[in-house]
């Protein structure tokens, strides 16, 4: 699939701007970078979630800015990559030639301290009042056989806004990049003795076996999120050289579900040969995970 328009704004702590504007910059702006109008496009693909809008049943007031108005609409309360995942499905299927894929996150409207206990399992983790990334550290202390130490780093709520316009191979159509391989896993629940690496580690390899390609083939592997693991095990965990890892910064660990489009946008705008794995993964133990294997024209 091509990924013919992409746009982006940036993460920083509040955008000037209301959500409905924040998506519509993205949109109209990843349709001019693709030379396309929204008659163009069959619908849109969104992954967001209201808890980071700041505000309830918020997609369903921005039908206009997602540019779904009267066409196709679905959301993904998952990453981005899920939503870029089912964009390709459907333009794979020929059941659509254009479509928007787009997400966002605005916590300038929104308290991410509240936010952090929903993210637990109710009935047992969320009653122990732990921290997300002590979950996590519990479960990287029993793989590694050893305490693990979290050294916090100060995170700010941010506000961002991506979106790319995903169409069919066609020599007619300007193309950014393309969409070679896309993988996705699940693990168990923080079952003990489980890899907590392990369903990243299936999304990537399922992203490389669907392109054909071998890991030792790759030139980039940018990871969105996972700011809880360091380089040394997730290079081990892809099977990839540190030197090729690319992370997001750590001041915007909490990107909601737009990270995973972020990476892919950032490695675009890189330009870098050769193809490039951008992973993300969530849920507190990082049980679901997603990979997409990008090739920049």
């Not at 998506?23 to 396309?36: E, H, Q």
């Not at 981005?80 to 964009?87: P, Q, V």
């Not at 020599?171 to 950014?176: F, G, Q, V």
């Not at 081990?236 to 909601?256: H, K, N, T, Y």
Request: with cysteine.
């Amino acid at each position: 699939m091509n990924i013919a328009g992409s746009y982006c704004l940036p993460p920083r702590p509040d955008i000037p701007m209301a959500l409905d504007e924040m998506i519509y910059t993205v949109t109209s702006g990843a349709l001019r970078d693709a030379g396309l109008g929204i008659g163009d496009v069959s619908g849109s693909f969104m992954a967001a979630s209201d808890l980071y809008d700041g505000r309830a049943i918020a997609t369903m007031t921005l039908t206009g800015s997602t540019g779904s108005f009267h066409k196709n609409e679905m959301r993904v309360c998952n990453d981005s990559l899920a939503a870029l995942t089912l964009a390709a499905a459907e333009v794979a299927a020929d059941a659509a030639q254009a479509v928007i894929v787009c997400t966002w996150s605005k916590l300038s409207d929104a308290n991410r301290d509240a936010m952090a206990a929903l993210g637990l399992e109710p009935v047992f983790t969320r009653g122990l009042n732990a921290h997300p990334d002590a979950v996590v550290a519990l479960r990287r202390s029993s793989d590694l056989g050893r305490p693990t130490l979290v050294e916090r780093t100060a995170v700010e709520s941010a506000d961002v806004a991506v979106a790319l316009v995903l169409t069919a191979p066609s020599p007619e159509r300007r193309t950014r990049g393309t969409v070679i391989g896309l993988g996705a896993a699940n693990g168990p629940y923080l079952r003990p003795g489980e890899p907590l690496l392990g369903p990243v580690t299936a999304a990537a390899t399922a992203a490389c076996k669907l392109a054909g390609r071998d890991v030792t083939d790759l030139r980039r592997a940018r990871v969105a999120g996972l700011h809880a693991v360091d380089d040394d095990e997730l290079a081990r965990a892809v099977g990839v050289p540190r030197d090729i890892l690319a992370r997001q910064s750590e001041r915007w660990a909490d990107l909601g579900y737009a990270a995973g489009l972020l990476a892919v946008h950032e490695s675009l705008a890189a330009g870098e040969p050769g193809p490039a794995l951008v992973l993300s993964a969530g849920g507190i133990g990082y049980e679901n995970a997603h990979a997409a294997l990008v090739e920049v024209a």
